[in-house]
């Protein structure tokens, strides 16, 4: 496998402007003769699909969603950052692009992040123009907000529904270039399978989820805009439908994954109330601006919070770091958490959460400022616990939200297969061991407008302009192996449901392959998901047929890829035998137990083969150089 | 807790479908509706029957996915909460509870609960957006907007696309949805150059997917998970006045 990252000569500052005028263009004339597929219209395929298709390319964009507005970035609340520096606190892209190295622990690469810190700034704007509802001061300016991980305000808000206005904006954009015919949206399709001819990406296979047709599509290039894989965990904040297969798929045909063990727990989504929980909701981070969290010092405590006084509380992320505080990073306010339930400090009926109190921030700014800022985040809470956090504190608990890792790009978005860019949560590129908060709006739009169409049209520049066609035999091929797959998984007719196998997977995830990783844990899951997969392949219930409406169907294709991927994600986190960000292992703590990292050995991406069923995955290594940070140790105190 | 639901089941389209019934046992307080129904779909999978089809995602009343009539109100008895916001602890113990898809000309029934809500996409091509190009805008301090335009403008950004509206409503009109999207851009200095054609074009496209016209009930307010208000509309109407004077002055 070639690994070249392709990083442009030159100073910091200038490589990505130098790039720019180094790339090829593609004559207006001859843009209309590429064909270019672009899966997902989360904010990063839909921005994409919306600036190809203004350029002039032919794109074709295809979403498994009924529509592309439902992609899971409209769940996004907190904000989204820009080094904008409108607050005048000292903000600059130096420091965003620092703080967001600094953030995932040293594991990024530093030319990429400068370079989304830089168009952070032409976002905003973009989106403004769009008719994006930031939320505004009373002169008329933008209003700024700040996040975990950094110490300005940076982070620009549409109320605590961030991602629905700036996926809105996208989307419209999109659907402009839908009505001037530049853009063929096909929804309810899910790709199922890329399609590589002479080995480069010239398609996919797609089902179409109301008739079950199987069909493929041809372009000169294919870009995955395809989201994250939390819900290898089963319970997670992602969307229900949020799953691996597009990434996986193309896995398997040879692209490499990168740090597939970077799987982000958020600090703030609220504790499962019982067995039958379908998935975790999130209460934004940025919550955590103004709440202030605790547990009860004694350990058992089971008073409500209102009995308990002052000083039997333990503010524990004010006493661990003085500095950051209630704002410190998402792996450590984590992990600070689980050690504060699994000592028995746990708050709520099932003892597994701890206390987010508005207390101190209603007494000092009142409940009309509070809700000015959070009402919508306290309307929800409410909605699903039925308590109501003016009054009483909220409870929280972690849970698995966002993952750094994803398909290996070079500094062009594109994989190791050429043609095949990839974009959004789905690629691996910027936020190195762990993402700060707000910064995955900013990379998918970065990735979308700005990036991606003029490195793909560099890419096409270089391509022949004849009609890529889909009578090769490649395409057959993927067809027929597509429609064997899904045959399969009908005829099992085994006694089990897909949920059960997807909750069983979840949990040898979560236990071993969570929060905190061990040898022995790792080894175990590593034994344990081959069986459970093959207990699938065995005893699996799909009932009704492939030429229908058929969500049993659909949920299985995405399991049975879930039970495939899990192994490399466990694979990649014993390889990393060190602590960095979001990757803990126990054998690899500080004595204050923070991460330990081990820069002599692990300062590079891991990037995973697929070697076939059942064979072990070839791990592959892209060296990480840092001539602009000093690598240190994070340190938040 | 125990419920028995009435369940409409259709297989497609184009074949009738009809009430079945299902009853739902051991069902926590604390459960939301739909997962009271994968409850019931994980036990129909089991006795080896095809579970029943509802569209869902984010479960966070954000994405619109999700949407049914239950006992004849779109996303059920709480009010201001799409059907995923729904707990149990809003029904009795014991209740009969009837679960239906929205039901709309524009809105066919794909499969069971699922229908399709294309037309409000369409209703969007027709100019739910402000036409700039990627890349082109100035600095984004350079245009003030007073925060009362652009709270408000929020306010009706706010839409997730639910189709609640148009299930509530007697004539099963999507004027609240056109009107938010409307109103949302027409408030903002960005939307002034295409106001007009705006709302024109997107009228016209609402009519033409079936939609029925508005005749000022207010059920769609009352449906409208966000809250969405009917002043809204109210605005539609006067741009879509000075749209037809200006057109007619052309
Ligand atoms: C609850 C929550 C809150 C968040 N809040 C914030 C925040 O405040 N700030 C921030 O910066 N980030 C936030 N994030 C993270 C951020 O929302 C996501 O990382 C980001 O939106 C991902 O965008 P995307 O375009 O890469 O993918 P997605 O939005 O996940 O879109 C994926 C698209 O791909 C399509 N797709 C996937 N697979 C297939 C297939 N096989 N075939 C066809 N189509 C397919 C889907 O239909 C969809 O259109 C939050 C995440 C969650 C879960
Ligand atoms: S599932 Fe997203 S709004 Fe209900």
Redesign the interface.
């Known amino acids: 496998m070639q690994l070249d990252a392709k990083i442009p000569a030159g100073p910091l500052q200038d490589k990505w402007t130098k790039h720019r005028f180094d790339m090829k263009l593609v004559n207006p004339a001859n843009k209309r003769k590429y064909d270019v597929i672009i899966v997902g219209t989360g904010l990063a395929g839909a ?1 994409a699909a ?2 190809m298709g ?1 350029l002039g390319y032919n794109v074709k964009v295809f979403t498994f ?6 992609a ?1 970035s ?2 996004a609340q907190g904000g989204i950052n820009a080094a ?1 520096n ?1 607050q005048g606190d000292g903000d600059s892209i130096f420091r965003l692009f620092y703080d967001t190295v600094k953030g995932g622990d040293f594991r990024s690469r530093e030319a990429n992040v400068y370079r989304l810190a830089e168009l952070s700034l ?1 976002i ?8 994006v ?10 209003a700024n907000r700040s996040f975990g991980g950094a110490q300005v305000s940076r982070t620009f808000y ?2 605590g ?1 961030t991602g ?2 700036l996926l ?1 904006g996208a ?3 999109l ?2 270039q ?2 001037a015919g530049t853009v063929e949206l096909h ?1 309810r399709h899910e790709m199922l399978d890329v399609v590589l001819v002479d080995g480069e990406a010239r398609g996919i296979v797609t089902r179409d989820l ?1 008739s079950g047709k199987v069909e493929s599509h041809a372009a000169h290039a294919v870009v995955l805009a395809t989201g994250g894989y939390s819900n290898v965990f089963f319970l997670s904040t992602n ?3 949020c799953n691996v297969t597009a990434t996986w798929r193309a896995a398997r045909r040879g692209a490499g994954f990168a740090n597939p063990c970077y799987t982000q727990i958020h600090p703030t989504s609220i504790p499962a ?2 067995e ?4 975790l ?2 209460m934004s981070e940025s919550l955590r601006n103004d709440g202030r969290i605790w547990v009860p010092k004694k350990a058992g405590d089971g008073r409500v919070a209102a009995d308990i006084p002052e000083d039997e509380r333990d503010y524990y992320l004010e006493r661990f770091y003085p500095s950051f505080g209630n704002l410190s990073p998402r792996d450590i306010s984590s992990r600070r958490a689980k050690e504060m339930v699994d000592a028995g400090h746990g708050v709520g009926p099932l003892r597994n959460g701890v206390f987010l109190d508005f207390k101190h921030a209603i007494d000092r700014l009142g409940s009309p400022v509070i809700s000015e800022r959070y009402g919508n985040l306290f309307e ?1 809470y409410e ?2 616990t ?1 308590e109501d956090p003016y009054k009483t504190p909220m409870r929280i608990y972690p849970a698995p939200h966002y993952t750094m890792g994803g398909l290996w790009v070079d500094y062009n978005l594109m994989s190791n297969v050429p043609g095949m860019f990839v974009l959004g949560e789905a690629n691996f590129s910027d936020h190195g061991a762990n993402r700060l908060g707000a910064s995955a709006l900013m990379q998918g739009l970065a990735d979308g ?2 990036v991606a ?1 003029a490195t793909i049209s560099n890419y096409l520049a270089g391509v022949e302009r004849k009609p890529v066609s889909r009578d090769h035999a490649a395409f057959a091929d993927v067809e027929r192996e597509v429609s064997e797959r899904t045959q399969r998984l009908l005829d099992v007719d085994g ?1 089990r ?1 897909v ?2 196998f997807h909750i069983e997977l979840g949990r040898i995830m979560w236990e071993k392959c969570g929060m905190e990783r061990n040898e022995a844990g790792l080894k175990e899951a590593l034994k344990e998901i081959p069986e459970l997969r093959a207990r699938f392949w065995k005893e699996v ?1 799909v ?2 047929s492939g030429e ?5 169907l659909e949920k299985a294709g995405r399991v049975a890829d879930f039970l495939e991927f899990a192994e490399v994600m466990c694979h990649d986190a014993l390889a990393r035998d060190e602590s960095c960000g979001a990757h803990y292992r126990s054998e690899h703590t500080t004595e204050e137990g923070e991460a330990k990292r081990d820069d002599e050995n692990f300062s590079h991406v891991a990037v995973w083969e697929y070697k076939g069923e059942g064979e072990a995955p070839v791990l592959h290594r892209e060296p990480l150089a840092f001539e602009n940070v000093k690598l240190s140790t994070r340190s938040y105190k | 807790m125990n419920f028995t639901l009435h369940v409409w089941r259709q297989d497609g389209p184009e074949v009738p479908g009809g009430f079945e019934t299902y009853e739902a046992r051991d069902i926590s307080e604390h459960m939301s509706f739909l997962e009271m129904l994968d409850l019931v779909n994980e036990g129909l999978t089991h006795d080896g029957h095809e579970p029943v089809a509802f569209e869902h995602d984010c479960r966070e009343g954000i994405c619109g996915s999700c949407g049914m009539m239950i006992n004849g109100v779109p996303h059920g008895p709480k009010g201001m909460v799409a059907t995923c916001q729904l707990h149990m602890r809003s029904f009795r113990d014991g209740d009969e509870i009837w679960i239906e898809p929205w039901r709309a000309t524009a809105f066919p029934v794909l499969r069971d609960l699922a229908v399709d809500r294309g037309a409000l996409d369409r209703i969007i091509d027709a100019g739910g957006y402000i036409s700039v190009r990627t890349g082109s805008p100035q600095d984004a301090n350079a245009l003030l907007i007073r925060k009362e335009d652009a709270d408000l403008a929020m306010d009706a950004a706010q839409c997730i696309g639910c189709g609640a509206c148009v299930a509530a409503c007697p004539n099963a009109s999507a004027m609240l949805f056109t009107a938010a999207k409307v109103s949302h851009l027409g408030l903002l200095p960005q939307g002034q150059p295409e106001r007009y054609t705006r709302v024109l074009d997107m009228v016209t496209q609402h009519d033409r997917e079936g939609f029925g016209n508005c005749t000022n009930h207010g059920a769609c307010q009352e449906a409208c998970p966000k809250g969405i208000s009917v002043d809204f509309i109210a605005r539609l109407n006067r741009d879509l006045v000075v749209s037809t004077w200006k057109t007619a002055g052309d």
Do not use: C, W
């Open positions: 921005s919306a600036t203004e969603h009924d529509s592309a507005r439902r899971h409209i769940a904008k409108y032409n905003i704007d973009q989106a403004v123009a769009q008719g509802p930031f939320a505004r001061e009373y002169g008329g300016l933008l549409a109320r529904q629905q206005q809105l989307y419209q954009a659907k402009r839908v009505a929804t109301v969307a229900k439908g109330s019982g039958y929980q379908s998935k909701t999130l929800m909605k699903i039925g407008y700005f169409p006694t449901t949920d059960e219930r009932p009704g229908t409406f058929n969500q049993s």
